[in-house]
């Protein structure tokens, strides 16, 4: 079994990642980036390659080294953190996990009729965490043990028009814009003041060098509320996330799905993101959208997930050669799928896609 899938070494360079996302020139390499791996594919990973070299699952902190080792295997320049302590709690439902790698645990997913807090009782009785209980327990352990020329991704971040649907549940959101306006503002109110808690902590951090906000606010044909209403509930509350890494001298980009056309130019021009993560064929090119916005911010991702999913290596690697003859130029662009490496995306697909464009530009 071979050691590595790749056939050039990458030696971590989280300055000129940070460099490429802020559009500083064509970047001498093809800079990496995925919101995450799921553990699965990690494990498999791990499996063929060895990169734990033996490490135990009943290690402590196994699974902070294990992330590690593979971000740093696959060539990545980061590993993304959050604070812990102020979790959530939604209504869950469960299903069967049919990929090849699957989930024993079922795959959950969130119950869109009706979630906790759905009246100002449960509002008021709903089980919102204290913000004393924060802790960084996981990013002191990466600050301490990050390998040389890698950084911490400051994450678990802004995720708003979600928690929104989450919590209310989608069905009754959409009720709730009607006729009760001011329930919904208290909740976002609630989820920025945790949010500014979380970032506030994560900016303590010197070796957190990005910010990463992930908020879907759309679906295929537009946005899952009004525009109207995301400026109104949600934008301001990225604008304040970004205004606080901005301050701190890291940048801020923004994992959201969906047809997001119609608020662009806010998320641009207004909230001032850095760069926008998260594409579907079925939506958008990411090609496209660096002609059409990439002199604004950068554009990161893009390899369709479904195209990961259903086509050949070579396609994959063609794809992969496109796409960087496009967007590589000046910067602001970095590899990898439209969204995030799934359990049910072939893992030598996966590995396909990272190598070639490891090896671009090399000759």
């Excluded at 469960?94 to 024993?104: E, H, M, N, P």
């Excluded at 959409?174 to 976002?188: G, H, P």
């Excluded at 990225?238 to 047809?259: E, F, V």
């Excluded at 479904?306 to 070579?314: A, V």
Aim: proline share 4%; glycine share 10%; hydrophobic share 35%.
């Amino acid at each position: 079994m071979s050691s590595t899938p790749f056939a050039v070494d990458v030696t971590p360079d989280w300055e000129g990642l940070v460099k490429c996302i802020r559009r500083e020139g064509t970047p001498p390499r093809v800079f990496h980036i995925e919101l995450f791996l799921d553990g699965e594919v990690q494990g498999e990973i791990c499996r063929r390659y060895d990169v734990l070299n033996g490490t135990k699952r009943d290690t402590p902190d196994y699974g902070w080294r294990r992330v590690t080792a593979v971000q740093e295997f696959v060539g990545y320049d980061f590993v993304r953190s959050r604070v812990g302590g102020l979790e959530l709690k939604k209504n869950n439902l469960t299903t069967s996990d049919t990929a090849a790698l699957a989930r024993q645990r079922g795959r959950s997913f969130t119950d869109e009729h009706r979630g906790p807090i759905t009246n100002w009782e449960e509002f008021e009785k709903y089980p919102w965490p204290d913000l004393a209980n924060a802790n960084t327990r996981e990013l002191e352990w990466l600050q301490e043990n990050l390998p040389e020329g890698m950084c911490i991704v400051g994450s678990g971040l802004a995720s708003f028009a979600e928690w929104m649907c989450w919590l209310m549940g989608y069905e009754t959101l959409c009720y709730a814009l009607y006729d009760q306006r001011d329930l919904v503002k208290a909740i976002t109110d609630r989820l920025v003041e945790i949010d500014r808690r979380k970032l506030e902590l994560e900016l303590q951090f010197d070796r957190v060098k990005i910010i990463w906000g992930h908020d879907d606010m759309g679906f295929k044909n537009g946005t899952l509320v009004s525009p109207g209403d995301l400026r109104e509930f949600v934008l301001p509350g990225h604008k304040l996330m970004a205004k606080m890494a901005h301050d701190a001298g890291r940048p801020y980009i923004l994992h959201s799905c969906g047809n997001l056309h119609e608020i662009m130019d806010d998320l641009i021009d207004d909230v001032q993101i850095d760069g926008k993560h998260s594409f579907e064929d079925t939506i958008e090119c990411v090609i496209a959208d660096k002609a059409e916005y990439g002199d604004r911010l950068s554009l990161l991702g893009g390899i369709d997930v479904d195209f990961l999913c259903r086509s050949s290596e070579e396609q994959i690697r063609k794809r992969v050669r496109e796409t960087l003859d496009k967007c590589q130029p000046g910067g602001g662009y970095c590899l990898g799928s439209g969204n995030s490496v799934a359990n049910y995306i072939p893992v030598d697909n996966f590995l396909a896609m990272v190598d070639e464009g490891r090896k671009y530009g090399r000759g």
